[in-house]
């Protein structure tokens, strides 16, 4: 068996300030070129770790793979995708949990 890639959406945990009484919540998605799921959660988490150390935040020990059935990766190319069932309608949906205001967005600098 070949290798393929493979994307890893993966939580962290960034502590709050003393003064704040809520903790920052990062989901980063890494990319792994790799022979199968489990080589591929394997790479990610070890990677996890380290960054987590790196930079003083808990790795939550959460990991969703995705295999990326394309053969080359190139602009354009979807490396991630998780579908989930919901009542909720798109803007409900996207409020609850894409866009609750209280993300750590960074602005474009372009104009």
Not at 14 to 27: L, M, Q
Not at 44 to 53: D, G, I, K, M, R
Not at 80 to 105: A, H, P, V
Request: charged letters at 30%; proline letters at 1%; aromatic letters at 12%.
């Amino acid at each position: 068996m070949g290798t393929q890639w493979y994307s890893v959406r993966s939580v962290f945990r960034h502590p709050g300030s003393k003064d704040k009484k809520t903790d920052i919540y990062e989901e980063r998605i890494t990319l792994w070129l790799a022979s199968s799921f489990e080589e591929a959660v394997v790479l990610a988490e070890t990677e996890a770790l380290n960054y987590a150390s790196e930079i003083n935040c808990d790795y939550s020990g959460f990991s969703q793979v995705y295999q990326i059935l394309q053969n080359e990766i190139k602009s354009g190319a979807e490396i991630f995708s998780l579908m989930r069932e919901s009542e909720k309608g798109i803007n409900q949906y996207i409020k609850d949990y894409f866009d609750t205001g209280r993300e750590k967005l960074r602005k474009s600098n372009t104009n």
